[in-house]
């Protein structure tokens, strides 16, 4: 996170040790590092440790760990993690070089060992949060890892390029533009950061085009550019003002870093100018964010009386003054970093921490404000949040998409543009409405009724589909029913699981004015027993009456030619029974419900959804003893099955009406 880089100012807690190498070129790395020029005091280190004797055991202590300090503020962590190994094996004194080791480790992956050295640390210096919340983070990354959240994160490669980028922040009233920070150098002889090694940011700026494109991004040519280092930018809801960090350069004194302002007119932003929260220009300030009413600006800052590490500030704005310093509190602070907010709303607040238990390096956190003032945290998990530095977050309105900045998968630690979404979680419930025959019903309509208070009438199209929305984890109670046919009734408990779902429910509904089949009622050979395999039909006739409690029925068995009427009569009668028996005693009542034992007498009279599985039959073909006498044996077998039928038919509309 190359721009923190430039406004970190790394104090020792180690005693300086007697070495015996100390030459010029040493003191000028331990200049360097103390005026915040860390990539070229690791280089200038990285001589003197070449020259130092292994003999000279405590110098190459010393030299090892000041490296790894300046390798570590400047995201080379592999380098960082070597140099404090390094330093561990000269025995070097300083017992925070284990919280190094837990932290370097922790920011490589490498969750076993970091939890090792954070272990290590708190031997000595028991208790310590950041070394506990360390080892919470690496235990919590695997079960992370597994059950991540369902944003999806891509790398924007139309807005990276070799060097740095970060700290994106949208702007207009559509969200159409995109302010970032970039170091990617405008000229060959441009001058490195003795901070980073990387040229000095200024602003860029990406557009959509008129189809919602991104644009590749220009350097913005306004006076708010400079030769020093700009970057996080923050806008007022009205877009006519910038607060930005700026960060001068002197040549003898440590990199501070400032609020600016710049205001906007005629299609550019002007030259900025010092936001004056506090008198002095000494103490370090920036990553403003401006809240979305204009109340309240939000920063960071490492003054004293902090938790320790930089901490998340606000003042009271009014025009151009502001009021005193307000620190969030311990829920937000900790003895870590905490940086890069963004005011979502008056009780959200992102903002990135390596304090707070994470997967290493600085992670995004959302802070939800309650009704007794009480910060709730929440880390965002993969994969918006990485083993490296993810921070600098931007949101596209109430959209839940947006942008943010992290150094993963770069070597060199630079940090790139990543986009965000949230997708949608659709729950749906959808299907055809028809006949018994498959024929669409147009003019149906399908009731929903849910406990989260749905009561919908979806109207069916003309193809019968229908489609409505719900939500998870609901019991939902669905009517189909259409003029001249029965109702039909499902319930359904959506997942509770987030995910996108559909289900599908069709429904085929029974006409009230002519037999139905109902299929897949089977007996014994020659018998009226029901068999086993009849249970499942038998039961959906249980809930079409409980569907339609007004209705009375009759049941109809009807036999095929063979054998005389008057045996195949008293058999269909039989079977008819047999099926009002068993909804009697499934708690039907017995009043609603007929059976009529027709035998041979009322022969099938074909339709098309039979006709179309059949090519010697036709629509309207009806299935005599003469038609079926004078068809092949096979074809014989086929009509004699399908005379062999229990129907139902609608005898009565107002049972219990009156």
């Not at 609901?474 to 289900?503: C, D, H, I, P, W």
Request: aromatic share 12%; proline share 5%.
């Amino acid at each position: 996170m190359n721009f923190l880089k430039h406004i970190q100012i790394f104090l020792l807690i180690a005693a300086v040790l007697p070495i015996s190498c100390k030459t010029p070129k040493l003191s000028t790395a331990e200049e360097k590092q103390r005026i915040g020029e860390y990539y070229e005091a690791a280089a200038i280190y990285r001589k003197v440790y070449a020259k130092t004797p292994p003999k000279e055991r405590a110098a190459r202590g010393y030299i090892a760990f000041r490296m790894g300090e300046c390798n570590r503020v400047i995201n080379n962590i592999s380098r960082a993690a070597g140099d404090y190994l390094n330093a561990l094996r000269y025995q070097y004194p300083d017992t925070t070089l284990y919280l190094r080791l837990g932290q370097t480790h922790q920011k490589r992956g490498l969750y076993a060992e970091a939890i090792k050295y954070y272990k290590e640390y708190l031997k000595i210096n028991p208790g310590y949060l950041p070394a506990l919340n360390g080892i919470s983070g690496s235990e919590l990354a695997a079960a992370w890892k597994k059950s991540p959240s369902r944003y999806i994160v891509r790398r924007m490669d139309k807005f990276n390029s070799r060097y740095s980028e970060f700290s994106p922040m949208l702007y207009g009233e559509k969200f159409d533009q995109l302010y970032f920070a970039s170091s990617r150098k405008k000229a060959k002889d441009a001058k490195p950061s003795g901070v980073t090694g990387l040229a000095n940011n200024n602003f860029y700026l990406a557009k959509q085009d008129d189809k919602g494109v991104w644009q590749a991004p220009v350097e913005i040519e306004d006076p708010v550019n400079t030769e020093f280092d700009e970057g996080v930018p923050s806008f007022t809801a009205d877009g006519s003002l910038m607060y930005y960090t700026y960060c001068a350069q002197a040549a003898d004194g440590p990199r501070t870093a400032e609020i600016y302002a710049a205001p906007r007119s005629s299609a550019e932003w002007g030259k900025g100018d010092r936001v004056a929260i506090v008198k002095d220009s000494v103490t370090t300030l920036g990553h403003p964010a401006v809240s979305p009413d204009g109340a309240y600006l939000y920063f960071v800052s490492d003054v004293t009386g902090g938790y320790g590490g930089r901490d998340i500030f606000r003042v009271k704005r009014t025009g151009n003054d502001f009021g005193p310093m307000e620190n969030l509190g311990p829920q937000i602070n900790t003895p870590g970093d905490e940086m890069f907010p963004y005011v979502r709303d008056s009780v959200t607040l992102y903002f990135a921490s390596d304090g707070h238990p994470g997967l290493g390096g600085l992670d995004l956190f959302k802070a939800t404000l309650d009704s007794l003032g009480v910060w709730h945290v929440e880390n965002l998990k993969p994969p918006v949040n990485s083993m490296a530095d993810d921070f600098g977050i931007t949101f596209a309105g109430p959209l839940e998409k947006g942008f943010f900045s992290s150094n993963r998968n770069d070597l060199r630690g630079c940090d790139h543009i990543y986009s965000f979404e949230l997708p949608t979680l659709t729950v749906a419930i959808e299907g055809i409405v028809a006949d018994v025959d498959d024929n669409p019903l147009e003019d149906a309509t399908v009731r929903i009724v849910g406990r989260d208070g749905l009561n919908e009438k979806a109207t069916v199209r003309k193809d019968g589909s229908y489609r409505v929305e719900l939500r998870r984890d609901v019991s939902y109670v669905m009517m189909a029913s259409a003029r001249g046919y029965l109702n039909q009734n499902f319930e359904l408990t959506t997942l509770a699981e987030e995910k996108s779902e559909t289900y599908v429910v069709d429904f085929f509904l029974s006409p009230i004015y002519r037999p139905v089949v109902v299929e897949n009622i089977f007996y014994a050979f020659n018998q009226a027993t029901l068999r086993p395999e009849s249970k499942e039909a038998l039961d959906e006739m249980i809930k079409l009456l409980n569907d339609n409690p007004n209705v009375t029925l009759e049941f109809g068995s009807h036999t095929d030619r063979i054998g005389s009427a008057a045996y195949n009569e008293g058999l269909a009668q039989r079977r008819a029974q047999s099926v009002v028996d068993y909804l009697i005693a499934a708690g039907i009542a017995s009043d609603r419900l007929e059976a009529k034992g027709y035998g041979k007498s009322v022969p099938k009279t074909i339709d098309r959804k039979i006709a179309e599985q059949y090519d010697f039959l036709n629509e309207g073909d009806i299935l005599s003893e003469d038609f079926v006498n004078a068809l092949t044996p096979e074809q014989q077998a086929i009509a004699d099955q399908i005379n062999r039928r229990t129907e139902f038919k609608v005898l009565r509309l107002d049972y219990n009406l009156y």
